[in-house]
């Protein structure tokens, strides 16, 4: 095996990233965003998609409109 596609849901998702970090496969995941995902100690083979549900993942803007 290659690599592992996640799941829908951070749940599933934080299950099968304990099992690819037993293996040593990689695993990538389109659309679970738990903030516990994050801990690269925990799941060193996990990556995402989408942004985490924290402070990272929020849309902060620093541009302004100049007439």
């Known amino acids: ?3 592992i596609v996640g799941a829908r849901c951070s749940g599933a ?7 690819s970090g037993l293996e040593q496969v990689p695993m990538l995941s389109p659309a679970s ?7 690269t100690k925990e799941f060193p083979y996990f990556s995402r998609l989408v ?3 924290d402070e990272r993942g929020t849309l902060k803007s620093s541009a302004r409109w100049i007439p």
């Open 1 to 3: 095996m290659h690599g």
């Open 33 to 39: 965003n738990s903030k516990s995902l994050s801990n």
């Open 13 to 19: 998702s934080i299950a099968l990233a304990r099992i």
């Open 51 to 53: 942004a985490p549900n």
